[in-house]
């Protein structure tokens, strides 16, 4: 198996981008990725997406993107993991470099969430759970999140104002990246103040309804110094696990297993610990998520994630940064588009390229994408070529 590494990023910016068709967005980033990396062709495509058959009647996006970036005629496929698509494809483009099957791959994230009502935008998102046992009980993916957070709040005795921290260093990141959506600090009276969307799940435990794209090209690491200026960064591990769809039939509600799983695989095949790694960008779509992956992947005990938060150990200066250009809810969640993304703002900070984000000394970190309510959970591990 060839050791892969990045030779290229782009992104766009995240927001209300109703001038932009999927297509539109896909390409812009692409490019932006191909330009980084010093490049003009690649042999595959790897598209991450959730929701365009149903917000945009647009499916078959891997072809749709070759063409219009002008790369019809190589291989190109839609891969969709729910809000883990980003990292599934990602994964995917890894192995086949790993395999030798390719040489130069690209992965794309690419999401159109506002140009549709809100009814439509949740319903589709609840597709991402259990449609027999929860979807059709009118269970929204915030009422389901909202159940894992009462339940952990009561199960280990956390207040909810225990969560705000999560929120105040994500939107404190999120004002030095100019592609995130929400580029204002909040403070700990606004965060308790939030309107509630659902018990105890308020405003700012909530990442946004946003479109957006992100992209990186990815080849060999013996390829890598010829076809690019860049510094590779090297992939140590990707690995995924899974977990029922429906929380009622998860082992533990609150363990958040298939995170665990990913990560332990993620860390043995990297050789690596949880001291090991010097940045952590977690899918905090809500905020007991962060708290949630941040035990599975073995930063704090069980019950013990909101204290990371509350003790300042989670922001760029920290012990365990993460979020660091603003995570879901700062940065934004176009949902298909969300694990790539996280990828970007990780090799960013690895680059050495955050600006007033940066995390001193990063040479090692993580990311954790995660689909549904922790049902699919991609895990990988990066690091810095000396």
């Given amino acids: 198996m060839r050791e892969v590494c990045v030779i290229g990023i782009g992104q766009t910016p995240i927001g209300e981008l109703w001038e932009m068709s999927l297509r539109d967005l896909g390409a812009a980033a692409l490019r932006s990725a191909a330009q980084d990396a010093g490049i003009e062709q690649v042999d595959a495509l790897y598209v991450a997406n959730m929701l365009a058959p149903r917000l945009s009647n647009q499916a078959h996006l891997g072809a749709l993107i070759a063409d219009f970036v002008g790369w019809r005629g190589i291989e190109a496929t839609t891969v969709e993991a729910a809000c883990a698509s980003g990292g599934a494809a990602f994964q995917t483009a890894v192995r086949a470099i790993a395999s030798g099957m390719i040489d130069v791959a690209a992965v794309c994230g690419v999401e159109k969430m506002t140009d549709a009502t809100t009814g439509p935008v949740t319903s589709a998102l609840a597709t991402a759970a259990d449609a027999d046992f929860e979807g059709a009980h009118g ?11 009462r339940r952990y709040m009561y199960e280990y005795r956390v207040p909810h104002e225990a ?3 999560f929120s105040i260093n994500a939107h404190q990141n999120a004002v030095n990246n100019p592609n995130a959506m929400f580029r204002k600090a909040i403070s700990e009276k606004v965060y308790n103040n939030a309107p509630m969307i659902a018990d105890p799940i308020n ?4 990442s946004p309804i946003c479109d957006g794209a992100a992209a990186i090209i990815l080849c060999s690491l013996e390829m890598a110094h ?3 200026k860049n510094t590779p960064i090297r992939v140590l591990a990707s690995a995924t ?3 029922s769809l429906d929380l009622a039939n998860r082992r533990d509600m609150l363990a958040l297993e298939a995170a665990r799983m990913s990560a332990a695989k993620a860390y043995d095949r990297a ?3 949880p001291s090991n790694i010097d940045v952590f960008e977690v899918h905090d779509a809500f905020s007991i998520m962060a708290a949630l992956s941040l035990e599975a992947a073995g930063f704090a005990e069980r019950g013990k994630g909101t204290y ?3 003790d300042g150990e989670i922001t760029v200066g920290g012990r365990v940064p993460i979020s660091t250009m603003g995570g879901l809810k700062g940065r934004g969640h ?4 969300t694990g790539v993304y996280e990828l970007v703002d990780l090799i960013t900070q690895l680059r050495g390229e955050a600006g007033a984000n940066q995390v001193p000394n990063a040479a090692i970190g993580m990311s954790q994408n995660i689909g549904g309510t922790g049902a699919t959970v991609v895990t990988h591990i990066l690091g810095r070529e000396n």
């Fill in 203 to 206: 405003l700012y435990d909530s």
């Fill in 139 to 149: 269970a929204s993916f915030v009422a389901l999140n909202a159940l894992v957070m």
């Fill in 163 to 165: 969560f705000g921290p």
């Fill in 271 to 273: 050789k690596l610990a």
């Fill in 241 to 243: 696990a899974t977990d």
């Fill in 334 to 337: 176009p949902v298909g588009a």
């Fill in 308 to 310: 990371l938060a509350q």
């Fill in 226 to 228: 010829d076809l690019s």
